[in-house]
T-cell receptor
Framework: GQQLNQSPQSMFIQEGEDVSMNCTSSSIFNTWLWYKQDPGEGPVLLIALYKAGELTSNGRLTAQFGITRKDSFLNISASIPSDVGIYFCAGFNTGKLIFGQGTTLQVKP | DSGVTQTPKHLITATGQRVTLRCSPRSGDLSVYWYQQSLDQGLQFLIQYYNGEERAKGNILERFSAQQFPDLHSELNLSSLELGDSALYFC??????????????FGPGTRLTVL
């Protein structure tokens, strides 16, 4: 079945550093979504991408929909302690949203 | 606040029992999705309803069933519960507008503990 490979699995960074994570797949997706999840809470939508090559920003977050439609990345600039959490990519195709395994981000003040 | 509501927030029950989880989608959203999240499995899609009809099925066990009512709220029924069914269950909703992709908004989840 369709699978998303999300990397890195976890990151431990210093406050103020930039962060980059990505998702790749052998399948083509026509929508990419990035979510953040805090412990015990539901995933919160950060950025939605609908076109190959699209680059979208939301504050300090920037995400891109890969040209091949098989990958996407999320960058967080100037990280702050509240960026801590699990970040998920999700790709949509053929009626289902497939999630990556998540990137756990820890930020040291 | 995503606008998706789920009840109850926590549920503790025993093996063999049956429970019902409830979800109300965002205003105007016709689609409801159910997901299971356990520690070692990540977010797993279970089932989707659109305007009252089942639209897509994922890895949903036969012991589980769902429905969407005319007012668009949805219920997920879990029966003959096993220890391994302990997990967070999330509901998400979307509009499914043509050309807009499938942007799903998640509720806060129901934490189910089976003892």
């Amino acid at each position: 079945g369709q699978q998303l490979n999300q990397s890195p699995q976890s990151m431990f960074i210093q406050e103020g550093e930039d962060v980059s994570m990505n998702c790749t797949s052998s399948s083509i997706f026509n929508t990419w979504l990035w979510y953040k999840q805090d412990p015990g809470e539901g995933p919160v939508l950060l950025i939605a991408l609908y076109k190959a090559g699209e680059l979208t920003s939301n504050g300090r977050l920037t995400a891109q929909f890969g040209i091949t439609r098989k990958d996407s990345f999320l960058n967080i600039s100037a990280s702050i302690p509240s960026d801590v959490g699990i970040y998920f990519c999700a790709g949509f195709n053929t009626g289902k949203l497939i999630f990556g395994q998540g990137t756990t981000l820890q930020v040291k003040p | 606040d995503s606008g998706v509501t789920q009840t109850p927030k926590h549920l503790i029950t025993a093996t063999g029992q049956r429970v019902t989880l409830r979800c109300s989608p965002r205003s105007g959203d016709l689609s409801v999705y159910w997901y299971q999240q356990s520690l070692d499995q990540g977010l797993q899609f279970l089932i989707q309803y659109y305007n009252g009809e089942e639209r897509a099925k994922g890895n949903i066990l036969e012991r589980f069933s769902a429905q969407q009512f005319p007012d668009l709220h949805s219920e997920l029924n879990l029966s003959s519960l096993e220890l391994g069914d302990s997990a967070l269950y999330f509901c998400a909703s979307s509009k499914i507008l043509a050309g807009a992709g499938d942007t799903q908004y998640f509720g806060p989840g129901t934490r189910l503990t089976v003892l």
